[in-house]
């Protein structure tokens, strides 16, 4: 089975610092690791993607993650934040023939300024 | 703007009574899912269709049924509704999902449940 856990329900940042949101997995298999954001009362938008190539992965509105196979971890960053940044951020998680995506709970972001 | 659009953006309705929610994937992608995100549940995926058959199911409600038509959009059929149904109902579309699993999902904007 697989899934993912996402620490920290609620992250507060100040404008201009570094913004980390902690995602871990559980997966039997090789896994395929997404990061979403959602804004408010909008869907989710991909911010970056794992799919095996490059274990650091760089994404939309200069957000990156690094996959640690050995931490089984992928957690987002971002050097410097915006105040547009304040969203819902979910990890997710899909295997190989699976299509099916098993979301953490997600981690709301706010940034103070 | 994802290219997945969905309809309505807010349903009210009461207990007992049937919904059927709607949703056009992107141009050219063949699969569609379907998703819930409640308070208590948080996102589960619900049902996948590829070309208009089921593909995988997941934490899906007999009471609720969903079908691909041959142009592609798909609805989502809830039933006998109750107060633990109300919740953001999401579409998705992907070019493909067969053997996939690294394909991006992109999402529509939702429809909103109200159950009263």
């Known amino acids: 089975a697989q899934s993912v856990t996402q620490l920290g329900s609620h992250v507060s940042v100040s404008e201009g610092a570094l913004v980390l949101l902690r995602c871990n997995y559980s997966s039997s298999v090789p896994p395929y690791l997404f990061w979403y954001v959602q804004y408010p009362n909008q869907g989710l938008q991909l911010l970056l993607k794992y799919t095996s190539a490059a274990t650091l992965v760089k994404g939309i509105n200069g957000f990156e993650a690094e996959f640690k196979k050995s931490e089984t971890s992928f957690h987002l960053t971002k050097p410097s934040a915006h105040m547009s940044d304040a969203a819902e951020y979910f990890c997710?998680?899909?295997?190989?023939?699976?299509?099916?995506?098993?979301f953490g709970t997600g981690t709301l972001l706010a940034v103070q300024p | 703007d994802s290219g997945v659009t969905q309809t309505p953006k807010h349903l009210i309705t009461a207990t007992g009574q049937r919904v059927t929610l709607r949703c056009s994937p992107r141009s050219g992608d063949l699969s569609v899912y379907w998703y819930q995100q409640s308070l208590d549940q948080g996102l589960q995926f619900l049902i996948q269709y590829y070309n208009g058959e089921e593909r995988a199911k997941g934490n899906i409600l007999e009471r609720f049924s969903a079908q691909q038509f041959p142009d592609l959009h798909s609805e989502l059929n809830l039933s006998s509704l109750e107060l633990g149904d109300s919740a953001l109902y999401f579409c998705?579309?992907?070019?493909?999902?067969?053997?996939?699993?690294?394909?991006?999902?992109?999402f529509g904007p939702g429809t909103r449940l109200l159950v009263l």
């Open positions: 998705a579309s992907s070019v493909g999902g067969l053997a996939g699993g690294s394909e991006t999902q992109y």
């Open positions: 997710a998680v899909s295997a190989s023939g699976r299509n099916k995506l098993i």
